[in-house]
């Protein structure tokens, strides 16, 4: 019989790898250790070619420095053969001497290092040539060095303390001076507070002597202007006085009319007309009568040069854009009855928004005072005031007038500025003085350096005032009624009245403490808060009206029944009629 051998299983059965190494004897060893000894061959082998490259650099450098030495020597010979000096020529054995030398040292020496023995051997053979070729003492001392670093290299490489030494010291190396720049040195920033705006210091600057010095400087500057100027004419001219604001002020547009010392135009010489009301009104009466109606008056008070146009006849001559703009061109300087200013105005349109065609008005309903008025009127000076630009230019004078009487005028309106000037006095950055011909400069009367105003300035005109006044009088007789859930007025008494004006007072002082408190949660909690409040005014509101509702039904009850009975009859008799 043969013995057949089954198979052991696999985990009862040796693997071949244990196996062998149970045969052989062989203990596993750990392989952390094996590569820990790998890791540092491989360093030092790192640091041996590092230590390599390092020499055959230097050795480069060597080469160079020798052959520059070697060209001095040829250049040091020539000379020395000129000079014939005495020299110890070397014999032929010492020379064979010398390379015997040589070729111990290399032997001695690894590859890498022969190339610098070989240097520094012949810079022995330098040195005993002559005594013109000088080898310098930092020469020998760089040779030293360049044999003592490798030793001091491997040492290094030995010691894991040192090598981050070695490291930073080549990164400080390699980092390159930064080239200096010019850089301008910081001037610490100083903010200046401007200085609050001085009324006295404005008025030793603006007085009548530095506008007199002003006005002379520049009546000559304009003459010298003008006559460099072939083309312009220097005979019939206007001054203005440009005033320009730091803020621009919220007002409606209006002509501003100032009033000033000399008049700015001569009945005599120049063009003036006066509109007048008509005596009998329509548009088929005659405007004759009229006319010599207030030549009559005119001529009793002494005034005279005036063109007299029934306002009347001003509408049936100007009926177009262009016959009105003729008819402001025609004239120079227009005046109207104070009654029907507004209606003239209304009726002209924008030609007559100028400061030259605007209509001063005068009060002619007293013949007596009638010269005074025409007088009073004709010493006034306007300009436009408007929300886009800064700056503001008002007629001063013409040329007629001296530096004095010019002066006057401008220290008259600066005066009357200082109330109507929206702003006043601290909203005006600057003055100037300048005549009406193109091309000319102007020159500078007043320059603020104060501070500009904190607010922008608000205006509101003769005619927004009356406004406010008529809604205030509508406010204060609605606040007596309130409205039914019919759409009803019903009167309150007083007591709701009082109690009304109670409720809107604590509406607005919650509303203003709500804009006050900047720490609010959000803008949603405040629309609630204000919902609520006004809610519970609603609900209080229309208890009052349901309650003074129940009065005057109690009241008016009787009333009603009496109404519905004699409807009821009134229904009765038409329905008889009906039947017939």
Do not use: W
């Amino acid at each position: 019989m043969v013995k057949v051998q089954k198979p052991l299983p696999k985990s009862i059965a040796p693997s071949s790898k244990t196996a062998n190494k149970a045969a052989n004897g062989i203990k596993k060893e750990k392989p952390g250790k094996d590569v820990n000894v790998k890791a540092k061959k491989a360093k030092a082998k790192l640091m041996e070619q590092v230590a390599q490259e390092k020499q055959l650099s230097q050795t480069k450098s060597m080469k160079k420095d020798v052959a520059k030495e070697q060209k001095n020597a040829k250049k040091n010979k020539e000379i020395i053969k000129q000079q014939k000096p005495i020299v110890s020529q070397p014999t032929a054995h010492t020379e064979k001497a010398q390379k015997a030398e040589v070729g111990k040292e290399k032997k001695k020496f690894p590859p890498t290092q022969a190339k610098s023995q070989e240097m520094v051997s012949k810079q022995t053979n330098s040195e005993s040539k002559p005594p013109h070729t000088q080898s310098s003492k930092k020469q020998k001392n760089k040779q030293n060095k360049a044999n003592q670093k490798p030793k001091q290299t491997q040492d290094m490489a030995n010691k894991p303390e040192l090598k981050s030494q070695i490291q930073a010291g080549k990164q400080q190396k390699k980092k390159k001076p930064q080239p200096k720049t010019n850089k301008v040195p910081k001037v610490p920033s100083v903010q200046f507070e401007p200085m609050p705006f001085d009324e006295e210091q404005f008025n030793k600057i603006v007085n009548l002597e530095n506008i007199k010095k002003v006005a002379k400087a520049l009546k000559k500057l304009v003459e010298k202007e003008v006559s460099e100027k072939k083309t312009s004419i220097f005979s019939d001219y206007r001054y203005f006085l440009n005033v320009s604001s730091y803020k621009i002020p919220n007002c409606p547009k209006r002509m501003v009319k100032l009033n000033v010392k000399h008049s700015l135009v001569d009945p005599k010489d120049d063009d003036v007309v006066i509109i007048v009301p008509d005596l009998q009104r329509g548009a088929k009466m005659d405007h004759e009568p009229t006319v010599q109606h207030y030549e009559d008056l005119f001529r009793e008070a002494g005034v005279s040069n005036l063109k007299i146009v029934p306002f009347n006849q001003l509408r049936k001559e100007c009926t177009t854009y262009e016959a009105k703009r003729k008819f402001a061109n025609t004239y120079d300087y227009f005046l109207c009855d104070g009654r029907i200013v507004g209606h003239v105005v209304g009726f002209c349109g924008k030609n007559f928004q100028k400061p030259r065609t605007t209509f001063h008005a005068v009060g002619l309903t007293d013949p007596k005072t009638y010269k005074k008025e025409i007088e009073r009127a004709l010493k006034r000076t306007a300009y436009k005031q408007i929300q886009k630009g800064d700056l503001v230019s008002i007629p001063v004078g013409n040329h007629r007038y001296s530096i004095e009487h010019l002066a006057e005028n401008v220290q008259m309106v600066v005066e009357q500025l200082k109330t109507l000037y929206p702003g006043g006095l601290g909203n005006i950055r600057q003055m100037n003085m300048k005549i009406d011909i193109t091309g000319t400069s102007s020159l500078p009367l007043y320059v603020n350096l104060a501070g500009a105003p904190a607010e922008t300035p608000n205006v509101v005109g003769s005619r927004e005032q009356r406004m406010l006044k008529l809604k205030k009088e509508a406010n204060d007789v609605l606040e007596q009624f309130n409205l039914s859930k019919s759409g009803e007025f019903v009167k309150l008494d007083r007591t709701q009245v009082e109690r009304k004006r109670q409720i809107k007072q604590a509406r607005q002082v919650l509303i203003a403490v709500d804009a006050e408190n900047e720490e609010t949660p959000s803008k949603k909690a405040k629309k609630d808060n204000e919902e609520e409040d006004s809610d519970n005014g609603e609900a209080a509101e229309e208890d009052e009206v349901e309650e003074a509702e129940g009065d005057d039904e109690d009241q008016d009850g009787e009333d009603d029944d009496s109404n519905d009975d004699e409807e009821d009859e009134g229904d009765d008799d038409d329905d008889d009629e009906d039947d017939e």
